[in-house]
């Protein structure tokens, strides 16, 4: 579907769940008025929608060229929050199984969208798992609530616009011509480049990307290593050429090898398969130095900016990063970014069939929309 027939049909596509006879309020009073239309009530909907990559995405484990995606809109009193679930194939969720959870999804239940833990706990209960329409909600529902607040989420949040770091630009496994070709054109848009590692093909990479320039490097193994002794021997090496990270070295489950990693490493070692919502970084906590918190394995904004506090008490670091999405979620996940060490959020710079204008980069730097809400205007 193209983006004008999404937005067209969006409003009236997806059906809201029957209202219940219930209706469950906050006990303390809103900046925004709930009452001066009397029965306002959330209405949820929701419109499948598929993410065209630019280029064929390669990683350890596969390639792909498009990503599976729904878009969701709450519409409450006259104002409209946009939402997101995003669904790389092999995290196992589908459009059919989000799809699924959003039609047990009940908001009319609620007074008003005010009432954000409450509402969110409600749709957590729902099922064990489906953290891409939980996102979805949950980023839809700060959208509106900013929006009615007439505040960006940053400010909401306290943090400070200026401080939101550099993102990190992915520069997928191919061969050494097209890698020095990507490499090229990513100079002077980018101050830091990601790379994919974890293939026979790793050194070749790096020393094809070092061949054109010497900007701060990022590496994600996606757990392509498999012996602890290899992988730290390439963490030496990488960090010898100016990589300043690297991401989930070795297979998510074997953690006392990644600890022993960690501990000898030159470099911060972060999580990324192995954590996904709140409740694993107490579990992960020893084995590595930092955590990559993404709102699609982690339901959404509500509880990354939890997983923020905790792993800083922890002494960890912390990065944002993203799946290959549209702009609504990137942005929801860039109002959190003054707050990380890292942000690797280029999901939307990777697509061709964007549906929103948000956060932007400008030289290098992530600039956060200052609109209310997610700050997005569509397409
Ligand atoms: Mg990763």
Known sequence: MKRRD????????????????????????S??????LGSARMKLSWNPYEIELRHTFTVSSFSRKTTPDVQVKIEFDGYTGYGEASMPPYLGHTVESVCAFLEKVNLEQFADPFCMEDILAYVDSISEGDAPAKAAIDIALHDLVGKL??????????????????????????????????????????KVLKVKVGMDSDKEMIETIRSVTDVPLVVDANQGWKDKYQALDMICWLHERGVQMAEQPM?????????WI??????????????????DVRRIKGAFSGINIKLMKCTGMSEARKMIDYARAEGMKVMMGCMTETSCAVTAAAHLSPAVDFAD?????????????????????????SGPGLGLNPL
């Open 6 to 29: 999404f937005l067209k049909t969006a409003a009236i596509a997806g059906a809201a769940a029957a209202a219940g006879s219930t209706v469950i309020g906050c006990s303390s009073p």
């Open 31 to 36: 900046i925004y008025n709930v009452n001066r």
């Open 149 to 190: 607040m007439g505040q960006p989420w940053f400010r909401l949040f306290g943090y400070d616009a200026a401080k939101a770091p550099a993102t990190s630009f992915t520069i997928g496994i191919d061969t050494p011509e097209v890698v020095r070709e990507k490499t090229q054109e990513a100079l002077g848009l980018y």
């Open 251 to 259: 297979p998510k489950e074997m953690l006392d090898d990644i600890a």
């Open 262 to 279: 960690t501990e000898r490493s030159p470099m911060p070692i972060f999580a990324d398969e192995s954590i996904q919502r709140l409740a």
């Open 345 to 369: 959020l280029d999901g939307n710079l990777l697509i061709s069939n964007d549906l929103f204008k948000g956060v932007t980069v400008e030289d290098g730097l992530l600039r956060l929309p």
